[in-house]
Every structure is written in C-alpha cells, then in structure tokens.
C-alpha cells in the first residue's frame, strides 16, 4: 500500500485510528498522511468586552485564535514525529474547513490507496437520519475506507470477516482483499446472511463458483447463516468467532433500490458496527 490517509481530530478517536493505520501500513513502503481539519471558531458579533468569551474582531479574540491554531498545528506535528520515531514514513496535512471537505481536497492531491477516520458519536437518531461525515466518506469515496468505531481498540487484525450477499460480480474487490490478508497474516471468512427482509435475486451457487475459479478457498471458509435481520447476524456471526475486522463493498445504487426496494447495509453498519469496517467501492459498468 503506498499511502493512508488518516483524519484525526485529537480526541481518544484519532489515536484508535492511527492505530488502525499503523496495522496496515508497511513500514518501508507505506507514506501515513495524517489530515486534520481545522475550523476556526466563529464569536458571536452581539458579544462584548464583558462577556466570559472575547469579541469578534478585538486582541483577546484574534490572540486566541491563533494561540489555539497554533497549539492544534503543533499537535499534528507531534503526531508525525512520534511515527517517524516509530520507524513510519509520516507526514502531515493542514486544512481549513469541515472533514468532509478536507479529505476530498486530499484525495485529489494525494490520490491515497486507503482511507481511515474515526466514527465519533453513539449511532443516534441523526446519525441514522442525515448521515454522519464518517458514512458520506466511507460510501462516496473514490478508494476503500477503514471506519473505526469509539467501541474498539484496534490492536491486531487477524480473524476477518467478508460479508457479502453473493449479488454481484465481486472478484476485484477479493483479489485486494486477499492481498490485505496475506500482508496481515489474517483468517479471512465469506459470510453471507440470509434474511427475510434481504433481497435474494441471483443463486448464491454461481457467484460462489466463479469465485473458488479464481482463488483458492479452503473447506469452511464460506458460512452461510439464517437471521431475522442482515446487521444482526452479521455481527452476531462476528462476536461468535471475534473478529477482529469486518469488510463490506458497496456500489452505485438507484434512487428506487437505495430506498425502496434493498437500502444499503453497508451505510447502516458504518454508523451502528461495534467492529472497524473496511468498505470497498464497486464500479459500475
């Protein structure tokens, strides 16, 4: 992998997901860009010289805006230097504006071959409603997004589990898939949940042969199970055997499938899976 791209915003989160990073990366190979995304505060105009915070425009404002940037500007490059320390080739990128924004910028500028931020927030109501910046990255983004929950401490990733609905034609995703593992060491898992309430279009038999054609699976490294709901028992299956990584793609979708007829798994594990998630994009032809 020759770069990550690794957004962190100083919280406990920005350490999880550099130490997500840090398990993918190859020392000697892999450029770690370490994004942070910097908003100035906004005073309110009304405020003045006798309330608790400084008014717009005046010295203890301006002298505490750029105190605070410059703290923020010094922590990001402490982050560098302790990688470097570490033995990681690092580097940082300054941005002013929203996460969102910051990263689009970066992958136009870097073109990086792997995504990772922190998903802050519990999952709530608006997470689920207007979709936080973690799901809009993991699911628009040109290059593959490792979304790490507040829940984890990525410490290995060893027991992985792909889960997919045997749909469509998946082999390019797999192919990056099994070089990951190998790079990782990792046991990788094929699970597809049946459910009810998931669409069930094409026989899972011809995706499962067109894929043992290609790579080498051994006896039991496809389950199949049966679940009411399709997150439930994806992360059910993945508390029973602790994984330790959960790998999920997701592609283009018309207005009609995304919310009618088979809206998106991926976008609801990004915002409620308790295990890091490593999305992967399919093209469209």
Known sequence: M???LIAIDFSENAERALAAAKLLAEKDVTELLILHAYQPYIADVNMTPGNVMPGLGGADFLT???DLEEEYQKRLDEYATAL???GYNAKTIWALGTVHSAIEE?????VPDLIVIGRT???GFLDKLIGSSATQIALNSPCPVLVVPPQTEPARFKKVVYATQFEYEENNIL???FVLMNHLGADLTLLKINSDTQPDIQPDNQYIADIKSHFTIREGQIVTRKAKDVLDGIEAYCDEVKADLLIMSTRERSFIEEYLINPSITRKLVVDTHLPLL???LKSR
Not at 106 to 110: G, L, M, S
């Open 2 to 4: 020759r770069s990550i």
């Open 64 to 66: 505490m805006t750029t």
């Open 84 to 86: 470097t320390a570490e």
């Open 106 to 110: 970066a992958i136009n500028d870097h």
């Open 121 to 123: 927030g519990t999952g």
């Open 175 to 177: 192919r990056e898939v």
């Open 279 to 281: 999305v992967f994009h």
